[in-house]
């Protein structure tokens, strides 16, 4: 898919089928303002939960910082509860 240009002007008058284009088709737009691009309209990469955003970290990490990374947080995991407590409660 290639990367279309607007101006800002037509970017102002046709936001919404614009951002609708982005939305539905995963179209991106480069603004122009005087034949210079000045801003990019692209699709968000979208939400992630805090478990999906570290899911594959370990992955990404060099052989010995991953294996310490997993192993703390395994640790980390086996400490937790799952008991509800009040935390106001001395």
Same mark, same amino acid.
């Given at each position: 898919m290639s990367i279309k240009r607007i101006t800002a002007t037509e970017l102002a008058r046709n936001l919404s089928a614009v951002l609708d284009q982005v939305r539905e088709a995963g179209e991106e737009y480069v603004v122009e303002r005087g034949r210079q691009p000045v801003a990019r309209v692209s699709p968000s990469p979208?939400?992630?939960? @805090?478990?999906?955003?570290? !899911?594959?970290?370990?992955?990404? *990490?060099?052989?010995?910082? =991953?294996?310490?990374?997993?192993?703390? @947080?395994?640790?980390?995991? !086996?400490?937790?509860?799952?008991? *509800?407590?009040?935390?106001? =409660?001395?």
């Open positions: 979208g939400i992630m939960t @805090a478990e999906q955003a570290l !899911a594959d970290m370990h992955e990404n *990490l060099e052989a010995e910082v =991953s294996e310490s990374w997993e192993a703390d @947080a395994r640790r980390g995991d !086996a400490a937790l509860s799952d008991e *509800l407590r009040d935390p106001w =409660s001395s």
